[in-house]
């Protein structure tokens, strides 16, 4: 069998949800195109309420698309449901494990619910992957929450599907714990599986993936390499502490200044156009005695900020 080109493909995808006695119909996914190469990691990046979880529930076969075409490893959701999904194991939000098995039961009912045969089992190697040998036996309840979240990773690898999907793998999980599973997916990232994980952490994204779509209200914003879609987001942050608190905003055009509600004055500018000594230079030019200095990386919202802007002039 020859490999197709994408793990999942979606043209034009469209999600409204009904209409309801409070609520107005809502375009959760406005004609979505995407293309996600076989062997990435791929993120799907954007605020909440963005339409991840809703184009990942239909890839899962939880929610019904409105209309549009999708692919799961070159097959159609609507004309072969079943292999479409067979080829997707998917870990959602939710901790959902059955506390009276243990890690192996709990993979081997799994395993039974896809109509895994015994011979094909990998129970072994999942919880050996997965680092949980040594919890094979014990309750569910006795294991920690980074072991439970693995143990929610080996669950949806059961059928050794070539895909599988993280929906917001790391929400409420410290930081050791994130790095870990982080290690975990780009373990199985090197055993050939296609990552897929929505996430609101630009930094996840950043770290983990090679191809990053942002999609914000229903639209992807943009789609490309990691690297490619960092150089394009080149806005920094000066946060200057003045020595005595700012009456009024200084004009330090062509940089964007703001008063933050601590008093800093936060001024934005461009990598490409200007260095941080010539952002203090125009600070101190305005006459702001500087008692205090730093920078910022641009979060999540500035982000959307410059690519929704920018994705509006384009489309203008
Ligand atoms: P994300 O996962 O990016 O946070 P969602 O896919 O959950 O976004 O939601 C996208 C939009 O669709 C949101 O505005 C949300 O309120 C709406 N939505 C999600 N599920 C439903 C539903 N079952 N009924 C009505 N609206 C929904």
């Known amino acids: 069998m020859t490999l197709p080109d994408y793990a999942i493909e979606a043209r034009g995808l469209v999600k409204t949800y009904p209409a309801t006695k409070t609520t107005p119909a809502m375009a959760a996914l406005k004609g979505i195109d995407l293309q996600i190469p076989r062997g990435s990691i791929f993120g799907l990046?954007?605020?909440?309420?963005?339409?991840?979880?809703?184009?990942?529930?239909?890839?899962?076969?939880?929610?019904?698309?409105?209309?549009?075409?999708?692919l799961i490893w070159g097959r159609d959701i609507d004309e072969r449901p079943r292999e479409a999904r067979a080829a997707i194991g998917v870990v959602g939000q939710e901790i959902a494990t059955d506390v009276f098995f243990t890690p192996r039961e709990s993979l081997e009912v799994q395993a039974g619910l896809y109509g895994v045969p015994r011979r094909e089992r990998r129970t072994d190697v999942l919880l050996g992957a997965l680092g949980l040998s040594d919890k094979a036996d014990a309750y569910v309840r006795q294991l920690s929450g980074g072991m439970k979240r693995r143990l929610m990773v080996a669950k949806a690898m059961v059928h050794n599907p070539p895909v599988l999907i993280l929906d917001e793998p790391t929400a409420g999980v410290d930081v050791e714990l994130r790095r870990q599973l982080w290690a975990y997916v780009v373990s199985l990232n090197q055993l050939g599986v296609t990552v897929v994980l929505t996430t609101h952490y630009l930094e996840e994204a950043e770290e983990l993936c090679d191809t990053i779509a942002i999609v914000n209200r229903g639209e992807v914003v943009a789609c490309e390499p990691t690297s490619q879609l960092l150089r394009r987001l080149d806005s920094r942050t000066v946060v200057i502490t003045p020595t005595a608190p700012l009456t009024s905003i200084p004009d330090l055009a062509p940089y964007e200044a703001r008063l933050r509600p601590t008093g800093d004055l936060a001024v934005a500018f461009k990598t490409r156009e200007a260095g941080v000594e010539q952002v203090i230079a125009a600070v101190r030019a305005a006459g702001v005695q500087i008692r205090d200095l730093r920078t910022e990386d641009p979060d999540l919202e500035d982000v959307f900020v410059s690519l929704t802007s920018s994705h509006a002039e384009r489309a203008a």
């Open 45 to 70: 990046l954007g605020p909440n309420g963005a339409g991840k979880s809703t184009f990942i529930n239909i890839l899962s076969g939880l929610t019904r698309k409105t209309s549009g075409k999708v």
